[in-house]
């Protein structure tokens, strides 16, 4: 019995959820909690930090309109201290970035450490501490919180030089991670990102059921194999003299039918644009068949049929889901590759390209390909994944993934290939057993040691491509998986990835704590009865952090 992660994608576009004026308050009680004496700073300011992030589309939608292979964006900078830098022009469609490339809920942390200066906000002069008719006092000035992985300019000013040791970090979490709750079994490890030094372990080296957290392999291993700016693309293919039309599946599973394609690849774009093509040449009815055999093998999961993930499959619209959902559990078509080549047909149709009923096929070295559509690029569907836990772009991965470095695309070639390409980045996969892309599989295992690895290695500054692991996890408070989380805690300074299954419960992700420092953090546990215990005391054990310079 697989316990679903319940949480809804409740962006108006498919990538952000949009912060609403909710975050001042939440940031408020985050300082509170974080650093006590900060909270009264980060309540006088809030109004200010109440920031909208508004996602016009997947990022880069429009940056890359040329098509599917324009540009060449690039992630310039590594992992920071408090934070991570992106180039300006991308940060604005990023997420919950504002133009410096600050994570917001990170800056407005920054907002409430620094005491002075800002804007007046329009209040009237008053040299109070108050303000006329409830206005807020101005806004002190945000300290950056970002810089280079071993750089020296723009630290959060009370960063230290010195590290958090192991006896402060087991002071403090060796009496969380007792709790009962916590279940029988469970490990942990703490790193700085910074310099990659193990600060605290328990058990970090015993592999256990990871649940979603394999996400952070999936994701690792996938760009690492095709690169942030790869694409998946449909297309069409018209054979020749017999007028078949095959609709051809490129393994891209955020391929979309509906009216607001939100900036993926649009099932209705394809089909008109394939119409116009066909009635040019004098063609009003064709033979409609789909080709899905890029993906071999079963599409049905080792759990069998279930809400949390569609038969996987080449070909797909709105992962076969049956009501208007965009995430989290959801009734699936039996057969979406068949569902998907139906409401094409009828799109076809639409356009006046008569069909028959379409059937499987396959597409040969002849057709002549019609219309593609393309997937934003592949960092930006990580990002999707990651943030709202997205077990059906999990499994298209690992298995694109295989594709890529020759392996067999389904579930054991997809766990094959995850687990070759992080051996081939030196991360430490003893232990580590891979079974599907999502974590849905109770067979799969990880450490904590390489959860943490995996987290480090995607903010080095010499591989940025892989930087879309650490931005695409969900914000504490905000975003994703994590947006109903820590509303009394550690709000905007926690970012990671959760994972739940019957009797499993994991995180792991980055914290700045304190002092202004990044940590990547990974926490396991099995045989717990209580999932909503298990999930609170997980959060403490987080929120502990970013509140400890532990030293």
Known sequence: MVVPELRPWRAARPHVVRITDAVGPRLARAAGI????????????????????????????????????????????????????????????????????????????????????GTDHGRTDDSSRTSAAGAPRPAPSAASVLTGLGGAADTVKSAPDALPTTTGLKAVL???????????????????????????????????????????????????AMGADHRLTTRTALEPDTRELVLVGGGDPTLTARADDGGWASLRTLAAT??????????????????????????????????????????????????????????????????????????????????????????????????????????????????????????ALARQTALATGGRADFAGGGKAVLA?????????????????????????????????????????????????LTGLPVAGFTGTLSTRYADGAAGVVRAKTGTLTGVNTLAGTVVDQDGRLLAFALLTSDTTDPTAAQTALDKAATALAGCGCR
């Open 34 to 117: 974080v650093r006590p004496p900060l909270a009264r700073a980060a309540a006088a300011a809030k109004p200010q930090l109440a920031r909208l992030t508004r996602a016009a589309g997947p990022p880069l939608a429009r940056i890359t309109k040329a098509g599917p292979h324009a540009g060449d964006w690039r992630y310039t900078a590594g992992a920071a201290t408090a934070g991570l830098a992106l180039a300006a022009g991308v940060v604005t469609a990023a997420g919950p970035w504002d133009t410096t490339g600050q994570r917001t809920a990170e800056r407005d942390r920054a907002v409430a450490l620094g005491h002075a200066g």
């Open 174 to 224: 060796d009496r969380l991670l007792a709790d009962p709750a916590l279940g029988a079994r469970h490990t942990a490890a703490v790193v700085d990102v910074t310099t990659g030094k193990s600060l605290y372990g328990s058990g970090a080296d015993t592999a256990l059921t990871p649940a979603s957290t394999t996400k952070i392999a999936t994701a690792v291993a996938a760009l690492s």
């Open 274 to 395: 394939t119409a116009r093509t066909l009635t040019t040449r004098g063609i009003t009815q064709v033979t409609l068949s789909y080709d899905t055999t890029l993906f071999p093998g079963t599409p049905i999961h080792p759990i069998g049929v279930n809400p949390n993930l569609a038969p996987v499959t080449a070909l797909s619209a709105d992962e076969g889901r049956t009501d208007d959902s965009t995430s989290g559990p959801a009734t699936r078509v039996s057969d979406p590759a068949a569902d998907a080549t139906r409401r094409f047909a009828a799109l076809l149709n639409a356009a006046g390209v008569k069909t028959s009923a379409p059937g499987p096929s396959k597409a040969t070295t002849r057709a002549q390909t019609l219309a593609t559509v393309s997937s934003p690029p592949l960092s930006t569907v990580i990002e999707r994944m990651l943030t709202n836990s997205d077990n059906d772009i999990a499994e």
């Open 421 to 469: 390409q992080l051996k081939k980045l030196g991360l430490p996969v003893t232990g580590a057993a891979f079974h599907d892309g999502s974590g849905l599989d109770r067979a799969d295992r990880l450490t904590a040691h390489l959860l943490t690895a995996l987290l480090v290695k995607a903010g080095d500054p010499r591989l940025p491509a892989l930087r879309p692991v």
